[in-house]
Nanobody, 124 residues
Framework: QVQLVGSGGGLVQAGDSLRLSCAASGRTLSSYAMAWFRQAPGKEREFVAAITWSGAGLFYADSVKGRFTISRDNAKSAVYLQLNSLKPEDTAVYYC?????????????????WGQGTQVTVSS
């Protein structure tokens, strides 16, 4: 079992930055592809970014490419999402997820473990 705890969300203004963190316990994350998804009120959960277990593969949704950066520190069993140039449409609950030896898929059904979510609110 892997327990994931997301943190770092908050209320910011458009153009500001945030750094989300996802810490794991129970098992090391080194064998897992990791991803961030988000869910806005009334909308389906959507893919944001993913990183393969080695860190060599990086994948982003078109809506965040160039603004968000996913990274990982396997020694700390942690994954991060740097959010820059935030827009009001980025407002959502952000979830981290783990896929055992995954390839960084955008398919949320492939992910085995999920964090509890952290709220990001961007005001205009």
């Amino acid at each position: 079992q892997v327990q994931l705890v997301g943190s770092g969300g908050g209320l910011v203004q458009a153009g500001d930055s945030l750094r989300l963190s996802c810490a794991a316990s129970g098992r090391t994350l080194s064998s897992y592809a990791m991803a961030w998804f988000r869910q806005a009120p009334g909308k389906e959960r959507e893919f944001v970014a993913a990183i393969t277990w080695s860190g060599a593969g990086l994948f982003y949704a078109d809506s965040v490419k160039g603004r968000f950066t996913i990274s990982r520190d396997n020694a700390k069993s942690a994954v991060y999402l740097q959010l820059n140039s935030l827009k009001p449409e980025d407002t959502a609950v952000y979830y981290c997820a783990a896929d055992y030896y995954g390839d960084g898929t955008r398919n949320l059904d492939r992910y085995d473990y999920w964090g509890q979510g952290t709220q990001v609110t961007v005001s205009s």
